[in-house]
């Protein structure tokens, strides 16, 4: 089996799947950190979020495409109504405190899933026309799962452009590397922060309304998801977008690798990793910050 | 630095006798509440050891917690040892991999810190979760309680058990003192407060780290040993995240950096838990709500608060004086 | 007691430190000069073990410790005091002074108890609080401390250790007029044998203390000799012009 190369392709656009949905996820939470110094735990709990407004945008309006849309608008303004009530209150302090309220926040949005959408799993149908098979390279893929790699990458695309070449990636990457210095030389280092913030949030829900045509819909996806995200952030380093491609990438092949090749190392295989980098580089591979 | 002041010892002393009075003049369910207290408080003093002396915020406490529980149910019924010994070998797999993550993430600060343990304790559960031969998501069932009857003590009543469980608490107090009296402690705190200046000093830091973590795992693991024996089962359920969550919020909530708060915050959290749970399902909910209005309070705990002010009059009289 | 030998640092095109040698004997006191940039931080940060150079060699007291990690240095008799204050500000003098002698002296384990206490300890505490001037300020909390003492109890806990070697980054920064002068006690009333190397700007100091000085500029050593020899040299005339007016 491991001989024939269709196998390979197949992981292999897995993997990429994989790592283009921790993408999603980490690159909100790597430059909310690199540019607020804030550490949202609940970035997870606004996956699942996503997830969830995406199941009832698709009751309510039997659309895929309009929970699509709908989903990330959602979440950014749970972003919103989070920013202005509690983290603009937290900003300044410190990250212990930034981990103990975010966390009871994960505590807080589980319960609310459960109340509203109840324990029960829930799903959602991939489009119509991205619902069959998909001749790539060979195989038959998911053309469901190829729309997740290709839009993973137009995103990262994106924010690659929108860094490098405009006058706001501009402002933002100043803001990351200095923002007392920045706001000195006159950018409204609020108003930026406020923006990159629920720009992180629409990203974490639009993951969600990606994910949950694959992914069962729970009240701890949420967490499950999480700790990988984590990894990611820790693995490519705080900050940088950089960093959050090579790690969604390097998580994302590892998982789905490992469980291929070898299915006991692989849970173990990508805390190895983890280790790894801690003792090796405890800034991880490509800091915003030296 | 760890001082054993007079209201450490007063409040300590007290929460004991409290305890032993409403086991034995409560019924039944006053003795469970008990023990849930008390293996809670030596899990929790057990986590403010690093992280609020330590300076080493930890989210797998949880799963050290649970590591301790397996270990002494896989030693007494899978590998059919005695129960003392069992328990040796649960508080040994807790100092182990306590000492591991502490080696491993001694270089990783603040929040990657936490981050870290986080992934390291979701790690154990997934490994145990999926562990068919220690019975997977079902668990293990028929795990011993220790024959004290050498001792005169009957462990499978539930009043001597609950004691028990009550000296056991105190006993672990007296040893987390004691470390944190000794050169070893004021060195961890010492690192606390100025890692940098500690290492120009010629501390091996990692070392430290890695030590204070291992005898912090080694109470944790005792903690989940003891848990264990209360059920009579163990399931991957005792270490999933939320366990290391809330012995966090114990920890908090009580007041982390006194080494008595975290007891008064089990005790605190365990009867609340038991009045909120008769109203509502939403118990996670509570205890994020609570988390987030005693940080956002200040941050000191109850515990904390009181030690704070009476710290504070104290400090005025002397300076009247 | 100090060898540097060919001491080198880059990070990608930017050198900063150049080629660096130099010997001190035993209780040699020499001054490090240099302009602002000149690498005088980042040399003392090499020679402690805060960063690794890209090449050369350092030796303390005959025996190679290039590569070694900063804590094992500490214990080979290396101490370094800061630029900028690095002490533990929610103890009080005492408590810093007693966690460094203790740090020192060895008492970490667990089995000792009430280290704070020991006699050793004790009597180190008042030795050291004896030599930087805070003998009747040890129950001062560091938080509320003058800035002035702040900077005494950071040369006290680098020579909490006894060292063999100690490093002295700027000792009076920031340390008004008055103060200057007990830091020259200071200095004057430090053991004999003990090797010091020292950052200064404070040009006095510098020249009263100093068995030789050596002047670095953009990394390199550009100068060494004498108080008298640095004092007539035309080179350094011209790095420090203006600066010297006074002193010529």
Known sequence: ?290 | MFHQTGIKTAVILALLAGLAAYAALGGYFARELVIEIATLAILAISLDMVAGFGGMVSLCHGSIFGLGAYGFAVAATLLGLPPGLALVAGIALGALFGGAVGAVTSRARGIFFIMATLAFGQMVYVLIFDARALGGDDGLPGVPRLDLSALGVDLQSSLQFALFAIACLGLVYALAAFVLRSGFGRTLCGIHANEARMRALGIPVWQYKANGFALSGAMAGFAGALAAQHTMFVSPEMMVWTVSGEALVIVILGGMGTLVGPAVGAALLILLRHEIASLTNHWHMVIGIVLIVTVLAGGRGLYGQLEHMVQARRERVKAHA | ?248
């Open chain 1, 1 to 290: 089996m491991l001989a024939d190369p269709s196998t390979w392709i197949v992981q292999g656009l897995n993997g990429l799947q994989l790592s283009m949905l921790l993408f999603l996820l980490s690159v909100g939470l790597t430059v909310i950190f690199g540019l607020l110094h804030f550490v949202n735990l609940a970035h997870g709990a606004l996956y699942a979020l996503g997830a969830y407004a995406g199941v009832s945008a698709v009751w309510m309006l039997g659309s895929y495409w309009a929970a699509f849309v709908l989903a990330p608008a959602a979440v950014a303004l749970a972003g919103t109504v989070l920013y202005l009530g509690l983290i603009r209150r937290m900003r300044r302090s410190g990250p212990m405190n930034q981990v103990l309220v975010t966390f009871g926040l994960i505590f807080v949005f589980l319960d609310i899933f459960r109340i509203v959408w109840g324990d029960i799993a829930l799903g959602i149908d991939a489009p119509a026309f991205l619902a069959g098979p998909v001749e790539v390279l060979g195989v038959a893929y998911p053309a469901y799962r190829l729309f997740i790699i290709a839009l993973g990458a137009a995103v990262m695309a994106g924010l690659g452009l929108v860094l490098s070449r405009t006058q706001i990636g501009a402002m933002i990457r100043a803001g990351v590397d200095n923002d007392r210095m920045a706001a000195c030389l006159g950018l409204n280092v609020e108003r930026i922060f406020f923006v990159v913030f629920c720009v992180g949030c629409a990203l974490a829900g639009l993951a969600g309304v990606v994910a949950a045509p694959v992914f069962s819909v729970t009240p701890d996806m949420g967490t499950q998801i999480l700790i990988p995200t984590l990894i990611v952030v820790v693995i490519g380093g705080l900050g940088s977008l950089k960093g959050a491609v090579a790690g969604s990438l390097i998580v994302g092949f590892t998982q789905t690798f490992g469980a291929v090749l070898a299915p006991q190392l692989a849970a173990v295989a990508v805390y190895a990793l983890l280790a790894g980098i801690l003792i090796f580089r405890p800034a991880g591979l490509f800091p915003a910050r030296g």
């Open chain 3, 1 to 248: 007691m100090l060898e540097v030998t060919g001491l080198h640092k880059s990070f990608g095109a930017l050198t900063v430190t150049d080629n660096v040698s130099f010997r001190m004997d035993r209780g040699e006191r020499r001054v490090v000069l240099g302009p602002n940039g000149a690498g005088k931080t980042t040399l003392f940060n090499l020679l402690a073990g805060d960063l690794a150079p890209s090449a050369g060699e350092i030796r303390l007291d005959g025996r190679p410790v290039t590569g070694l990690s900063v804590d094992r240095r500490a214990r080979l008799g290396l101490s370094r005091s800061y630029q900028k204050n690095n002490l533990f500000d929610a103890l009080t003098v005492r408590e810093n002074l007693a966690l460094a002698a203790a740090a020192a002296l060895g008492l970490s384990g667990l089995f000792r108890r009430d280290t704070h206490r020991d006699p050793a300890v004790v009597d180190r505490v008042a030795e050291i609080a004896g030599q930087v001037g805070l003998a009747d300020r040890l129950d001062m909390p560091v938080h509320s401390a003058p800035y002035g003492n702040r900077r005494q109890l950071e040369v006290g806990i680098a020579l909490a250790a006894r060292p063999k070697v100690l490093l002295m980054d700027e000792p009076t920064s920031g340390v008004g007029p008055g103060m200057i002068h007990a830091f020259h006690e200071l200095l004057g009333g430090l053991p004999r044998d003990l090797t010091i190397l020292i950052i200064e700007h404070d040009m006095d100091l510098a020249f009263d203390v100093a068995d030789r000085i050596t002047v670095l500029n953009y990394g390199k050593v550009v100068f060494e000799g004498t108080p008298e020899e640095t004092r007539a040299s035309p080179l350094v005339h011209e790095i420090y012009l203006g600066e010297w007016g006074a002193h010529a």
